[in-house]
């Protein structure tokens, strides 16, 4: 995924904001192809392709940051019992 969105944004997008490497409906590979080409569902497709990323980038970091965040300490309670023993108390 990473590979194929790197390709996309640094070659299919343009500094003026076109999305070129679009293939024209009706086209094919062969005819009508080129750097320069473009159309507006190429770009609707560029945008959807952009959110899908964005989306699925997001998730695998969250799933990331549940695995690898520690588990938060227990909390201290100080117990502090007049005429008994107990001084200091920890809830586990």
Known sequence: MAKGWKWLFKS?????????NCQPGGGSPENNFGKNSTSNFCTGQFLLAASQVSRMSAAAAAAAAAVAAPPP???VINVACVGDSITQGYLR
């Open 12 to 20: 299919a997008l343009h500094s003026d904001g076109f999305v070129g």
């Open 73 to 75: 300490p227990a909390p």
